[in-house]
């Protein structure tokens, strides 16, 4: 069986700067989609196709000369994995979304470093899913909402010496679905604790100039195992190091991902888990020409 699928879209936004201390973002994505398969030589009648209008909007209000506010407001559209099969061959539906957010952006040390703390809610249709009878193969949910908090702080505290860092708390639920046993359910393999941090020092002066190092924490909470909420995966903690030395046109990096060789697990499909990523080893060069 053969599918071919199309996806057009248009997209356009504007900044509107209102006064000097409140901003306006408007803007918007048309998409068209269409799926066509064809088994033996003989297309299937039952083509799909979908025409969505994705809108956002945001307003931001500066009140200090380091401190602001916003709220916004989008939608989404999303194509099917075109890997991501049903039980019967046929695609997923494309999924669709919303998102409510406010928040507070602040800068710190004249600048050089930013924080940004936001409370959300984001309603998700036709979400993809591990079929627990169909190893596999996928199903939908009708409807998902996350609700959480976030907390950002990004920026370069002295000269060379960059932070990177994240929190988020997140309960996601099942809203809708036509097993109705899920509704209340927490949606799998979505942890409620997330968090992050990365920082990096490189010589500014010197003959070594350019040489730098960094090493970085990533915290994954524990999560459902299944959308039946019958087993649990727990949370694990990572360590990552790099040592790289950047010049002018080139750059050569040595990275190393899960540091001390931790034992966790990062996925699972229908009532399976799986180990995650060993420690590994990465060497890159880049030239810029």
Do not use: C
């Amino acid at each position: 069986m053969l599918t071919k699928r199309n996806l057009y879209g248009v997209y356009v936004q504007d900044q509107i700067d209102v006064t000097e201390s409140v901003k306006l973002v408007l803007g918007g994505r048309y998409d068209r989609y269409t799926e066509s398969q064809v088994n033996n030589g003989v297309a299937r009648p039952e083509d799909k196709k979908q025409d969505e209008f994705s809108p956002r909007a945001g307003l931001l209000y500066k009140f200090l000369p380091s401190v602001s506010v916003y709220a916004s407001y989008a939608e989404s559209f999303q194509t099917p994995d075109g890997f991501a099969t049903k039980a019967d061959g046929t695609l997923l539906d494309p999924q669709t979304g919303s998102l409510y957010e406010a928040g507070v952006k602040t800068e710190l040390f004249g600048g050089r470093l930013t924080a940004t703390t936001a409370v959300y809610e984001a309603w998700r249709q036709n979400i993809g899913v591990a079929d627990p009878d169909n190893p596999g193969f996928q199903i939908t949910i009708g409807e998902q909402r996350s609700r959480g908090v976030e907390l950002d702080v990004a920026g370069e505290v002295l000269p060379g010496w960059k932070v990177i860092g994240a929190y988020s708390y997140n309960v996601t639920v099942i809203t809708d679905d036509s097993n109705a046993a899920l509704i209340g359910n927490k949606v799998q393999d979505v942890p409620r604790h997330l968090a992050g941090i990365w920082t990096t020092y490189q010589l500014q002066t010197g003959g070594a100039k350019g040489l730098g190092a960094g090493g970085g924490l990533n915290y994954v909470g524990s999560r459902w195992g299944d959308n039946q909420n019958t087993f649990k995966v727990g949370h694990f903690l990572t360590a990552d190091a790099t040592l790289f030395y950047e010049r002018d046109w080139y750059s050569l990096r040595f990275n190393v991902k899960n540091l001390f060789d931790n034992d966790y697990i990062v996925n699972r499909g229908g009532n399976s888990v799986f180990p995650g990523e060993p420690r590994t080893f990465l060497v890159s060069a880049n030239a810029r020409f």
